[in-house]
Nanobody, 122 residues
Framework: QVQLVESGGGLVQAGGSLRLSCAAS????????MGWFRQAPGKEREFVAA???????YSADSVKGRFTISRDNAKNTVYLQMNSLKPEDTAVYYC????????????????WGQGTQVTVSS
């Protein structure tokens, strides 16, 4: 498994931006697909975005055009740039890893970070 630590969450006004980071250790980072998921109070954890080990990216319809996932294999880090934030983006954001190819299913990822809170005020 990979050890993951998220950072970068916080409180931001609607329309603002945040960049989340997820630092990985323990395995060869470049061999892993990385995903971002989020969980709002009272709701199930949902897919946000993912990037494959080759750099292909995928994102949920709800964040397309606003959020961008990227990775820096030299720094063993994956990022989620979040622009034009909305109150409905408020959630705990989790980083996750699985070998090579991402999916949108939480059950397919075997390594998880502790989460970072993102709160968007209206």
């Amino acid at each position: 498994q990979v050890q993951l630590v998220e950072s970068g969450g916080g409180l931001v006004q609607a329309g603002g931006s945040l960049r989340l980071s997820c630092a990985a250790s323990g395995r060869t980072f470049s061999n892993y697909a990385m995903g971002w998921f989020r969980q709002a109070p009272g709701k199930e954890r949902e897919f946000v975005a993912a990037i494959s080990w080759t750099g292909g990216t995928y994102s949920a319809d709800s964040v397309k055009g606003r959020f961008t996932i990227s990775r820096d294999n030299a720094k063993n880090t994956v990022y989620l740039q979040m622009n034009s934030l909305k109150p409905e983006d408020t959630a705990v954001y989790y980083c996750a890893a699985r070998p090579r190819w991402p999916t949108m299913n939480t059950s397919d990822f075997d390594s998880w970070g502790q989460g970072t809170q993102v709160t968007v005020s209206s």
